[in-house]
């Protein structure tokens, strides 16, 4: 595979400008090997849906009312852990992952969850999130999340999983397309929640807050029309949130 210029070209190109040298920890170079490997090996296509998300804000301002007494206060990220949960056994053929000369098609709904800590990122992953409660899901992503950006996290709990989910919303990008972690077979990248005008049903104008979404999917484990099911799938569950308790 095509490495790139050498370390000793390019300080060439830069003798004469400034500059700091980082080494590269275990952490980068992991990173490094695994994204060139992804973007070299994986054939990537993309999918994009627009997601209305006022249904959804007001469930969970609802839901979030009766668990205050709990301490319990649910995000829109884990209602979108929970729907691709959801949709991930909707659509079983699209929950597998690429295994060299084989694709592996699981049962569970075992979802990873990028989260972005100093020098790099980690992705923990919430096993069987279709049988887990919103609440379970919250608490369960708040202490992953929170143990790593500290780097305690164990290895089984940030290595296995089908698909993966990558929200870069509360940073105010609007959309973007995500680097599949093998062996996924698809990562969701989330935008932010923007009011834009749209037409609603009875054909007037209207404003409603939108989510742009794009998965990224492996051509060989999953196909354009079942990774657009599965998106589908998802789309409708944020939609229409109460079905994703059902």
Not at 85 to 113: H, T, Y
Not at 173 to 188: K, M, S, T
Request: charged share 25%; with cysteine; aromatic share 4%.
């Amino acid at each position: 595979m095509p490495a790139g210029p050498s370390a000793e070209t390019v300080l060439k190109m830069y003798a004469d400008r400034a500059f700091t040298e980082l080494p590269l920890d275990g952490m980068r170079r992991t990173i490094a090997a695994r994204l060139t490997e992804a973007k070299q090996t994986i054939p990537h296509f993309y999918l994009r849906r627009e997601v209305r998300l006022d249904a959804l804000m007001a469930f969970r301002e609802q839901l979030n009312k009766g668990l205050e007494s709990r301490g319990v206060k649910l995000s829109v990220n884990d209602f979108i852990i929970k729907a691709c949960a959801v949709a991930l056994q909707a659509v079983p053929d699209a929950n597998a992952v690429w295994a060299g000369d084989r694709i592996l098609k699981l049962k569970p709904s075992d979802v990873a969850v990028a989260v972005a800590v100093e020098g790099g990122l980690f992705t923990p992953v919430l096993k069987d999130a279709e049988k887990k409660t919103l609440s379970a899901l919250s608490a369960e992503m708040k202490d992953l999340a929170t143990r790593a950006k500290t780097k305690k996290l164990a290895p089984h709990e940030y290595q296995g999983g089908s698909f993966a989910i990558s929200n870069l919303g509360m940073m105010g990008v609007e959309n973007f397309d995500a680097v599949i972690n093998p062996p996924h077979g698809a990562i969701l990248a989330v935008g932010a929640g923007i009011k834009k005008p749209v037409v609603l049903k009875d054909g007037s104008l209207g404003v409603a807050t939108v989510m742009s979404m794009t998965l990224s999917v492996d051509h060989r484990v999953i196909d354009g029309a079942l990774g657009a099911e599965l998106l589908k799938h998802i789309v409708e569950l944020l939609e229409n949130p109460m079905a994703m308790l059902a």
